[in-house]
């Protein structure tokens, strides 16, 4: 059974950094591509980052990008997302997720969710 | 553009079907995938590649695309069905993903 677990998330202050981890079981990890989705409360989803098996290149969503920083380990089945600087709007719950196929085009696994508060 | 457009909110007869639309040019070169998600719940996959369900996902649910616009049908709607629908696609060069802004649709 495909399982991600997310974990990481809390209360930080505006500036502050958090790192969220996800911890994958259940299938070869090192062939398939991530990715970090977000979900504002009351709002919509909005993608924020993905990485290619082999972390050649990553992509990010314009409103994180030069502050988020998404990384993985395939030797530990791991996957991250490093965020630095945070604003308010950078509140949401925060899914790890997996691509059912390499060319991005559809999610078909989710972990079930971090919670980041970027509050004073 | 990228952008990735729905109708923020459909209602449906229980057992009538319902179609929720997703509008953008993008579409026009990459199909869209479908998510429902219910309150407190991760979204879940129900179509992608335009038409393909996952194992677990009913045959009541369809997909298709017409020009820049994605569908999803629900043919016989159940009252479990009511959940905001997003669907999801690539912007032009392939490498980032788009969310449309979702669908709420209730089932009466």
């Known amino acids: 059974e495909v399982q991600l677990v997310d974990s990481g998330g809390g209360l930080v202050k505006p500036g502050g950094s958090l790192r969220l981890s996800c911890e994958a079981s259940g299938f070869s990890f090192r062939i398939y591509s991530m990715t970090w989705v977000r979900q504002a409360p009351g709002r919509g989803l909005e993608w924020v980052s993905s990485?290619?098996?082999?972390?050649?290149?990553?992509y990010y969503a314009e409103s994180v990008e030069g502050r988020f920083t998404i990384s993985r380990d395939n030797a530990k089945n791991s996957l991250f997302l490093q965020m630095n600087n945070l604003r308010a709007e950078d509140t949401a719950v925060y899914y790890c997720?997996?691509?059912?196929?390499?060319?991005?085009?559809?999610?078909?696994?989710w972990g079930q969710g971090t919670l980041v508060t970027v509050s004073s | 553009s990228s952008e990735l457009t729905q109708d923020p909110a459909v209602s449906v007869a229980l057992g009538q079907t319902v179609t929720i639309t997703c509008r953008g040019d993008t579409l026009r070169t990459y199909f869209a995938s479908w998510y429902q998600q219910k309150p407190g719940q991760a979204p879940l996959l129900v179509l992608y590649h335009q038409d393909n369900r996952p194992s677990e996902i009913p045959d009541r649910f369809s997909g298709s695309t017409s020009g820049n616009t994605a569908s999803l049908t629900i043919t016989g709607a159940q009252a479990e069905d009511e959940a905001d629908y997003y669907c999801?696609?690539?912007?032009?060069?392939?490498?980032?993903?788009?969310f449309g802004g979702g669908t709420k649709l209730t089932v009466l």
């Open positions: 997720a997996r691509f059912g196929w390499n060319d991005f085009s559809h999610i078909d696994h």
């Open positions: 990485i290619p098996p082999s972390s050649n290149y990553m």
């Open positions: 999801h696609s690539r912007d032009s060069s392939g490498n980032l993903v788009v």
